[in-house]
């Protein structure tokens, strides 16, 4: 069973950067495809950027898409989002997600098509 864990969460200012780290454990990215979504209380979940295990596509939210950076580190069992210009409207729990096999658009965009989850790194954006 893989476990995910988000770290690099925090308080940022408008127009700054972050980068979330996601590490697994009790196994390995290699063949699992990861992505990174987001949630405010009272809403879904919402899908933010996606990394495929085989041929290494990504996938973007178009309202993160030039400003956001998912990459992978197998080698070091490690997946980042770098986010770049952030917005107050982006302060959500960032959550890491891992699925079996490969992504294929639309499906990529569905939480239900991840098979594991982390806990979840609070980011904070203030205006």
């Known amino acids: 069973q893989v476990q995910l864990e988000e770290t690099g969460g925090g308080l940022v200012q408008t127009g700054d950067s972050l980068t979330l780290s996601c590490a697994a454990s009790?196994?390995?990215?290699?063949?699992?495809?990861a992505a990174w979504f987001r949630q405010v209380p009272g809403k879904w979940r919402e899908f933010v950027a996606a990394?495929?295990?085989?041929?290494?596509?990504?996938y973007y939210a178009d309202s993160v898409k030039g400003r956001f950076t998912i990459s992978r580190d197998d080698a070091e069992n490690t997946v980042h989002l770098r986010m770049d210009t952030l917005k107050p409207e982006e302060t959500a729990v960032y959550y890491c997600?891992?699925?079996?096999?490969?992504?294929?658009?639309?499906?990529?965009?569905?939480?239900?098509?991840?098979?594991?989850w982390g806990q979840g790194t609070q980011v904070t954006v203030s205006s």
């Open positions: 990394i495929d295990w085989k041929e290494r596509d990504t």
């Open positions: 009790g196994g390995t990215f290699y063949r699992l495809a």
């Open positions: 997600a891992a699925a079996i096999g490969m992504l294929y658009s639309p499906t990529h965009r569905d939480h239900t098509r991840y098979d594991f």
